[in-house]
């Protein structure tokens, strides 16, 4: 008689976290406003990647004792929802942490910009004044506003919020166009290339780049960006990461230095198309 025996192997109990979302500390730096739409979370414990998770979410994690847990923010790169990666001008959040399996611990990442990013173009309308200006051949109405109306206004608190940008165009068959006022040397080595903007808007607008390479100045579309009207009729601020590294480094544009620009064609009888945008950040390595 043959007896066989055995006993399975005691399985491996998880310790677990939360996290709701991430916090952007710009206190005390020169990065402008704090707005954020960090949606995914990297982590790692003991520098190995336990995997990629849209917040909020409760992770599992097989370790056990004090390790080093590593956080890093993600985003949707051009706004889409495929397009997943970890922001790379931020620092990994990263603590020494005491996992206790079964035991569920609640964690608020807070990151912050690294030190040696460069952000040349920071426009937060919060000095009542424009870095935007009428651009584009076939323009027929360029006008942006500052408003500080407080129900247009991105998170308006009357102290450090209390203005955004606004474009109101009028009916008919209108292009709206605005660029940068100042053109930008950007990076040519393959470096990231962000564009940052928070927008609200009811009509479809496009954001892309001006290379000034010479008489002949042609625009680069890169995201359109749509209409935030909700299920109620309203409008509501979302926030783009705009990549502009792979235009930025087409070979056809060495030497050339840069714009940035956002445009709108309409065509209406009746209603205001209307666009509202701010902390716009051009951010680089």
Known sequence: M???SGCDKEEQIPSYIYISDFELDTENTNFGSNSHDFVDAWVYANNKLIGIFELPATIPILESGSKQLTIIAGIRKNGLYYEREAYPFLKPYDIQHNFVPAQVDTIKPVVVYRENIKMPWIEDFEDNTLSFQGSGNSTNYDTMYITSNAAEVFEYNGTTSKYSGRVAIPNGLRIFENSSVESFKLPRSGQEIYLEINF????????GIYPLTGSVVTSVPIVNLFSTV??????????AYISLKEDVNNPEFAGAEFKAFI???TNTSSGTPLIYIDNVKLVHY
């Open 2 to 4: 043959l007896i066989f």
């Open 263 to 265: 445009r709108a064609q």
């Open 230 to 239: 909700d299920a109620d009729g309203i409008m509501q601020w979302k926030k």
């Open 200 to 207: 609200k808007c009811n009509t479809e607008f496009v954001t």
